[in-house]
């Protein structure tokens, strides 16, 4: 039911049950400021157990992100009760930026999702200090939606993504 995707430099697959480390290691640091970190291991498992199950609910779900000698980071879609739509997000490891990792992952997803699923739209939430993020979604082609009501108080920028034209689907 997971997916396994492949693109020019990347492996998006299913989470293993020995990514948990670095997954941990990665919502305890502060590269998880944007995403309102750090988190406890308790908290990290919460996250990385929604990732997994968003696959059964929704169709949907976040992959971890292989460079070929395993995770840096992962991305995906998830929807959790406080997300009034599906958000397509990334996040890398430290010493992953500027590889260009998130945006070749984010389209990856996105086309994916959009070639096996009925939405019509996705969104990114991202905080407004988060410069990189901001750049990825423009990078993805999201237009930022000024009017979309986001989880958090309405206090990120929210960018959205709408199907391709149905020639454009691959």
């Known amino acids: 039911m997971i997916p396994t995707l492949h693109t020019e430099r990347l492996t998006l697959r299913p989470y293993q049950r020995n990514d948990w480390d670095a997954y941990a290691a990665f919502a305890a640091s502060d590269r998880t400021k944007f995403m309102g970190g750090p988190k406890s291991q308790e908290e990290a498992w919460g996250w990385f157990t929604n990732d997994i199950s968003s696959w059964a609910l929704y169709g949907f779900g976040t992959l971890a992100i292989d460079a070929g000698d395993g995770m840096v980071g992962f991305a995906g879609l998830v929807q959790p009760p406080s997300f009034p739509e599906p958000e397509c997000g990334w996040a890398l490891f430290d010493g992953q930026d500027g590889k260009g990792y998130a945006t070749e992952a984010g389209a990856a997803m996105l086309a994916h999702t959009f070639a096996t699923t009925t939405l019509d739209t996705i969104v990114s939430y991202v905080d407004p200090d988060n410069a990189a ?27 959205r993504y709408m199907r391709p034209a149905a020639g454009d689907i691959q």
């Open 133 to 159: 993020s901001a750049a990825v979604a423009e990078r993805l082609g999201g237009v930022e939606d000024p009017t979309a009501k986001g989880p958090f108080g309405d206090t990120n920028r929210i960018f």
